[in-house]
């Protein structure tokens, strides 16, 4: 196992850096220069990074770590990223030379085509796909895509800590509670996280089971959502349906 310290960068992202003994990983570094000054600080030496997609704020300071830092990188092969040493499609069990823990591939396009989380030891880096409270947008896949990849990740242990790329949540929960103002459990999260977010903390990792008990976009069965939904895009019948009425009324809200 290993510790997680959290980077934060440009405006709202986290770049997760993954500590074992002098070693280290990050996750989707967009901008080299905060993962350096971590990595100076800690006196730790970085041997794996992972990409989750190609966007600039997730791979944009690889090239500069890599200048510094002889390191393996894992990202999507479907994906156009420079530097990738060991390009991934989803489905395969890795080892990082940071660490002894195993990592499972999970292929979620939706975001992007070749977008892939990593979980291991009970953690779960998700890039852009299923946010605290929310979803990435859909730039390059179909909704029933992007529903079928949350669906994946929604399967995983209730207890999985969620590392997404972006601190969204408030936004994202505001949209939340448009949805589903009767959900109890999101009554009290947006409670938490307003708390949270007045006094400058994080509001990520999150958990799975904390993202089905209150994140809209994984409980289009519900019927609360399911309504909302269809005041919004009459006719919208059916979870997949349900599902990118949300994404869409998402978008504009
Ligand atoms: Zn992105
Ligand atoms: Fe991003």
């Given at each position: 196992?290993?510790?997680?310290?959290?980077?934060?960068?440009?405006?709202?992202?986290?770049?997760?850096?993954?500590?074992?003994?002098?070693?280290?990983?990050?996750?989707?570094?967009?901008?080299?220069?905060?993962?350096?000054?971590?990595?100076?600080?800690?006196?730790?030496?970085?041997?794996?990074?992972?990409?989750?997609?190609?966007?600039?704020?997730?791979?944009?300071?690889?090239?500069?770590?890599?200048?510094?830092?002889?390191?393996?990188?894992?990202?999507?092969?479907?994906?156009?990223?420079?530097?990738?040493?060991?390009?991934?499609?989803?489905?395969?069990?890795?080892?990082?030379?940071?660490?002894?823990?195993?990592?499972?591939?999970?292929?979620?396009?939706?975001?992007?085509?070749?977008?892939?989380?990593?979980?291991?030891?009970?953690?779960?880096f998700c890039g852009d796909t299923l946010f605290?409270?929310?979803?990435?947008?859909?730039?390059?896949?179909?909704?029933a895509q992007l529903a079928d990849s949350l669906?994946?990740?929604?399967?995983?242990?209730?207890?999985?800590?969620?590392?997404?790329?972006?601190?969204?949540?408030?936004?994202?929960?505001?949209?939340?509670?448009?949805?589903?103002?009767?959900?109890?459990?999101?009554?009290?999260?947006?409670?938490?996280?307003?708390?949270?977010?007045?006094?400058?903390?994080?509001?990520?990792?999150?958990?799975?089971?904390?993202?089905?008990?209150?994140?809209?976009?994984?409980?289009?069965?519900?019927?609360?959502?399911?309504?909302?939904?269809?005041?919004?895009?009459?006719?919208?019948?059916?979870?997949?349906?349900?599902?990118?009425?949300?994404?869409?009324?998402?978008?504009?809200?």
């Amino acid at each position: 196992m290993f510790d997680v310290i959290r980077i934060p960068a440009f405006k709202d992202n986290y770049i997760w850096l993954l500590r074992k003994g002098a070693s280290a990983a990050v996750v989707d570094p967009g901008d080299a220069r905060p993962v350096l000054e971590v990595l100076d600080r800690e006196g730790l030496s970085l041997t794996s990074i992972f990409v989750t997609h190609h966007h600039a704020d997730h791979q944009g300071g690889v090239s500069s770590l890599l200048a510094k830092h002889p390191a393996e990188v894992f990202g999507p092969a479907a994906e156009s990223i420079h530097g990738i040493t060991r390009p991934l499609h989803g489905g395969e069990t890795i080892r990082a030379a940071f660490c002894d823990d195993e990592f499972q591939v999970i292929a979620v396009p939706g975001h992007t085509l070749g977008h892939i989380a990593y979980y291991g030891a009970g953690c779960l880096f998700c890039g852009d796909t299923l946010f605290a409270g929310g979803c990435g947008r859909l730039f390059e896949g179909s909704a029933a895509q992007l529903a079928d990849s949350l669906a994946r990740l929604a399967a995983l242990p209730d207890e999985t800590a969620v590392y997404c790329a972006h601190e969204y949540t408030e936004a994202n929960l505001r949209f939340a509670l448009a949805v589903e103002p009767g959900n109890r459990r999101l009554q009290s999260r947006v409670n938490d996280v307003a708390v949270a977010r007045a006094k400058g903390w994080a509001t990520v990792p999150s958990t799975i089971g904390l993202e089905k008990a209150s994140n809209p976009f994984l409980r289009c069965a519900e019927p609360e959502v399911a309504a909302s939904a269809r005041r919004r895009v009459p006719g919208a019948d059916g979870e997949l349906a349900v599902f990118a009425a949300l994404r869409e009324w998402k978008n504009g809200f």
